[in-house]
């Protein structure tokens, strides 16, 4: 399923570069990702990590990369869109396998809201914007060989 994702995110990258956006078509991308369950050996998952990331903008994609890290036991990160300016965000939260996002813009808050899958590697959802449009999306953790401390065991942020 990973590879399947990976052809689909660089084959539309390789569409949308190609054809002016004048010239081009509408996209439908659909996003399914299963049902989540619960982590194995109930470990909290982790979402520290570089994540590939695919909004369906009114039939637009808009890839990017979203990039989470620990500040003390909390998630900071932020989003860097092929269509928009980079931005930080205000919080992230994990509960259970439920993840939300808020960026805070002069025009009220952004919400990203989605589930991650079992495996930990895969956030599907939706982005409300602080107008109340709202766009599918889906995010795909990239490996890596790094591994952060565990959130239970990373000292609180002074």
């Not at 982590?39 to 979402?47: C, F, H, Q, S, V």
Request: with cysteine; net charge neutral.
């Amino acid at each position: 399923m990973e590879k399947k994702m990976k052809r689909i995110i660089a084959g539309i990258a390789l569409a949308s570069a190609a054809v002016p956006a004048a010239a081009s078509e509408a996209v439908d991308l659909r996003f399914e990702c299963g049902a989540a369950a619960a982590t194995a050996g109930g470990e909290e998952p982790n979402l520290h990590g570089t994540w590939d990331f695919l909004m369906d903008v009114g039939e637009t994609p808009n890839f990017g990369l979203l990039s989470i890290g620990f500040v003390g036991a909390d998630y900071g990160g932020s989003l860097s869109l092929s269509m928009t300016a980079p931005v930080v965000f205000r919080n992230i939260t994990l509960t259970g396998n439920n993840v939300q996002m808020t960026v805070a813009s002069p025009q009220g808050d952004v919400l990203l809201n989605g589930t991650l899958s079992a495996k930990g590697n895969r956030i599907c959802g939706l982005v409300t914007y602080h107008d109340g449009s709202i766009y599918p999306m889906v995010a795909q953790k990239r490996p890596s060989t790094y591994q952060s401390q565990p959130r239970s065991q990373r000292v609180p942020a002074r």
